[in-house]
């Protein structure tokens, strides 16, 4: 049987179904897309569901992929069993009404047999089959030759997730041999038995059924094949591994782990299964943070913190009391570069952020952890066997124990824990958190002075621009006044008052105060406890005494930018609600005279196309002239006409109710148009995310939204200018000088091949002969690693027989390739090694195949040195 790496494998699959005909489709982000049915992705088929519903067809309906995924359905048992884990590689190939049980059946069978390939014993290989699946077992006994005996009939072999695609399944064996089982009498030992002889290794599914919402199944017009096969499976096997993490994609992070610790891996079993967890759960949070999920208190955060914290909790068995997963980020980058070069990309962001979580939890970890056994003891003494759940609670709520490390802690012990207790105290603390919310609104401006303050100051300022109002209180440094001067800077309550309060995202007021004798600006307005509104004031000239009269005048330009951009949210509300559906919520929002700023809750970021059609939405209902109609009615009779409320608010009985013609209606506070047609135009000028599953929307409306157009086709006609051409013709234009440029980069390309095979011939003529051995090294003029390859591959064809090591200096920085040809590789010369050695002397690394390596380097002035290395080398390990 072959030896083959992780690497190998992979790249073998892809490359042998791409010989089948099948496109290859890169493994894509854990975080699902368009798909809020999933937390993470978890098998290949399942960035594939819109080809299987019929949604989209692909192009090619052959797609093969390794698609990374999670599960994390049974953490508990990760670490205790041989092959569970939470991250894990799909091998899948699949057909979309192509191909169907025959083809995917033979293409298995010569993967996994042929000499080309993975090269098992076929007498190695077992297989199941439903029992009323005659077409794959003809298959297997008449067409495949596998004997009767291996051919096993299972009523479970049946793929079905409820209404949808549904069939048969095959699922394929290995029999790593009687030393896993050779038990006569186990019932169990068979292919599709819970023993560890027959390894399941590949599950091809026949979609051929139609699962119907009556629980009928009838034959899909068009039959697919989803089939799936664990990459570190199949590697425990090539590797003649007893587990999964005694392969080369855990080994090297259990090694990693050993350097902190004060055991070694496999000394004993104990302490084995935390080298496990660990090594799984790194590499789960690094691939999932690298897709840009973060530790948080719920949905895929809260699962990262868990696995985190799960980590740090059993790193303590084996001496590890300081943060020190984050250190194990390259070396999985490192594992898994040749498919997922971007983990070591994003590894200082990785870093950081697993950092950050190790330290907060290690910190309350010892004090937790002690709190726990006080609790277990205590309760062995009362003869108990479950933690009460308002215990579980606090280890959650102070020492940030996730319930389930309780849980799993516990169970060490012979304990339980009350969920519902639990349950019921996470209520308790959600509601305090609500009332806290509640309270922090008024709380800016709150003291005990204000909270005595009981008289009823009354607001105007929706019908009203300008009023007469009486001084009722003045107040300074936290104390009551009689009276204040030009340049003093005071708060005052009126008797009634225009001016709108700081609330609900929309910004105060701005105006003045004023009589023949005294003004005042208006600086800001706040609401008081018992619902007052506070002016912030700055006494321009004259003075301000208790009971004077005056006036309180709004600006009213302010105002109706202001109100502009507010009927703007709510009509921008609902067509988000209208694109992306009924999940989306008011996260949180600002409006301004110049702009507005709307929060949501949606679960990936929205395309440009779907930007674009949000805001189509939203002009067209400015452009419908749709009246505003604003009506106070009971909280109950607002829900029941459908009015929007915003999540986790808390609202009077009687509740303002604000309609946009028959297109939006939201119970708000806020100020509004009469009229849609007010607000003129509106313009998205930007969308981001601000947090786990929270995008925001900026966007500006009336004259700042002309403003805003004019400045981008401004900069439109000085991009023309700069292109010699007109406005309209500036996409032609760019595309033109496209594909000139790209015409230039293939003269470009055949200039430096043409320069590269006269370095060749150069090359050729600079061989040295060590110990009888060809070797070339030298520096060479080189703009990226793809000509170095095909400048080692030329080197390799003229002179048969080498070992080659070329170097180039770009931007400062070394690229270092090694080139043995496949003579020589039997003689115990390996590329991978000698590019180690020369990298070193550069202050780099890198690593490859036998055959060819790559590597870079720091230090350029090192590039001479480093060329020397091959010598020695040659001598030193040629046999």
């Given at each position: ?27 894509v ?28 067809t ?36 699949f ?131 989803d ?29 990693k ?6 055991v ?6 104990e302490?084995?299964?935390?080298f ?41 068995k ?27 990309e ?60 309780t ?45 005595n ?49 700081e ?17 005042a ?50 009509l ?38 779907e ?6 939405i ?11 109609h ?23 009985d ?25 607000i ?8 981001t ?24 086709l ?143 380097g ?13 010598y ?8």
């Amino acid at each position: 049987m072959k030896k083959l790496t992780s690497a190998e494998v992979r790249e073998m699959y892809l490359r042998f179904f791409e010989q089948k005909g099948h496109e290859v489709y890169h493994s894509v982000s854990l975080i699902p897309k368009d798909d809020p049915s999933l937390l993470w992705i978890n098998s290949g088929v399942a960035t594939l569901k819109k080809y299987f519903d019929g949604t989209l067809t692909p192009k090619n309906p052959r797609i093969v992929n390794v698609q990374k995924s999670i599960r994390t359905n049974d953490i508990e048992n990760v670490g205790f069993t041989a092959r569970h884990h939470t991250f894990f590689e799909m091998l899948g190939n699949f057909s979309i009404g192509d191909y169907f049980k025959r083809e995917a059946i033979h293409y298995a069978w010569e993967f996994l047999t042929s000499d080309e390939w993975i090269g098992f014993d076929p007498d190695r290989l077992s297989v199941t089959v439903h029992p009323e699946d005659d077409e794959a077992y003809d298959i297997w006994l008449n067409e495949i030759k596998l004997p009767k005996e291996r051919i096993i009939r299972i009523e479970e072999n049946f793929w079905d997730i409820g209404e949808g695609p549904s069939g048969p399944n095959t699922e394929i064996f290995y029999d790593r041999g009687p030393e896993f089982g050779d038990d006569p009498n186990d019932p169990e030992l068979f292919p599709g038995g819970e023993n560890e002889r027959y390894l399941e290794i590949w599950n091809l599914v026949f979609s051929q059924f139609n699962h119907n919402p009556d629980d009928t199944y009838t034959l899909l017009p068009k039959k697919n094949i989803d089939t799936g096969m664990g990459l570190e499976r199949i590697v425990s096997i090539l590797q003649d591994a007893e587990t999964n993490f005694d392969t080369d994609l855990f080994l090297p992070i259990i090694h990693k782990v050993e350097e902190f610790a004060n055991v070694k891996y496999r000394e004993n079993r104990e302490t084995d299964v935390v080298f496990r967890i660990i090594a799984d759960h790194i590499r789960t949070v690094t691939f999932a943070i690298g897709d840009h999920a973060l530790p948080s208190n719920e949905g895929r955060g809260y699962i990262l913190r868990r696995l985190i914290r799960r980590a740090v909790r059993y790193a303590k068995k084996i001496g590890i009391e300081k943060p020190f997963m984050y250190e194990l980020v390259p070396t999985v980058g490192e594992i898994m570069q040749s498919y997922y070069p971007e983990i070591l990309e994003r590894k200082d962001h990785i870093m950081n952020i697993i950092k950050v979580e190790e330290e907060r939890f290690i910190e309350t970890l010892n004090d937790g952890l002690e709190r726990l056994n006080e609790i277990i003891e205590r309760e062995k003494q009362l003869n108990r066997s479950v933690i009460p759940g308002e215990e579980v609670f606090r280890l959650y709520d102070t020492y940030g124990f996730p319930k389930e490390l309780t849980e799993e802690y516990v169970q060490e012990f012979g304990f339980s824990i009350d969920e519902a207790g639990f349950e019921k105290e996470m209520e308790k603390q959600r509601k305090r958190a609500r009332e806290a919310r509640d309270k922090t609104d008024s709380m800016k401006v709150q003291d005990e002075l204000l909270t005595n303050i009981k008289d009823e100051s009354v607001f105007v300022g929706y019908d009203q621009f300008s009023v007469e109002a009486e001084i009722w209180y003045i107040i300074k440094d936290q104390q009551l006044k009689d009276e204040a001067h030009e340049g003093d800077e005071v708060t005052v309550i009126l008797s009634k008052t225009p001016f709108y309060a700081e609330s609900g995202g929309q910004v105060a007021d701005s105006g003045y105060l004023f009589t023949e004798d005294f003004k005042a600006k208006v600086l800001d307005v706040q609401k008081a406890p018992n619902g007052q509104h506070l002016h912030k004031i700055k006494i321009e000239a004259g003075s301000l005494k208790l009971r004077d009269r005056i006036t309180a005048m709004i600006d009213d330009v302010y105002r109706n930018e202001v109100i502009k951009n507010h009927t703007a949210t709510h009509l921008l509300h609902q067509a988000l609600r209208d694109v992306f559906g009924d999940h989306i919520h008011q996260a949180g929002s600002l409006v301004t005279p110049k702009r507005l700023r709307f929060d949501f809750s949606h679960f990936e970021a929205p395309s440009d196309d779907e930007l674009k059609k949000v805001e189509r939405i939203v002009n067209e209902k400015i452009w419908e002239k749709l009246n505003v109609h604003i009506q106070e009615m009971p909280l109950e009779e607002a829900k029941a006409m459908g009015a929007m409320a915003l999540f986790g608010e808390k609202y009077d009985d009687i509740v303002r109710v604000v309609q946009i013609g028959d297109y939006s209606t939201e119970l708000c506070g806020g100020c509004h148009v009469r009229n849609s047609s007010e607000i003129g135009i509106f313009k998205i000028v930007q969308e981001t995310g601000i947090g786990a599953g929270v995008r925001r929307i900026e966007a500006v409306t009336s004259n700042y939204a002309y403003e805003y157009i004019e400045s981008e086709l401004n900069k439109l006609t000085e991009i023309a200018g700069l292109l010699k051409t007109e406005p309209h013709n500036v996409v032609q234009r760019v595309h033109s000088l496209v594909d000139e440029l790209n015409e230039l980069e293939r003269q470009n390309e055949s200039l430096l091949a043409k320069l590269a095979n006269q370095e060749i011939a150069s090359l050729v003529n600079q061989v040295e002969k060590v110990n009888g051995i060809n070797v070339v090294a030298a520096k060479v003029e080189a703009s990226n690693m793809n000509q170095m390859r095909n400048m080692v591959d030329q080197l390799k064809q003229k002179l048969n027989t080498a070992v080659i090591l070329l170097a180039a200096e770009n931007k400062g920085k070394v690229q270092l390739i090694a080139g043995v040809t496949a003579d020589l590789v039997k003689r115990n010369l390996h590329a991978g090694h000698l590019i180690k050695e020369a990298a070193k002397v550069c202050g780099g690394g890198g690593g490859g195949r036998p055959d060819m390596a790559q590597a870079g380097g720091k230090d350029a002035t090192k590039i001479d040195e480093a060329l020397t290395t091959v010598y020695a080398y040659v001598k030193e390990h040629a046999e």
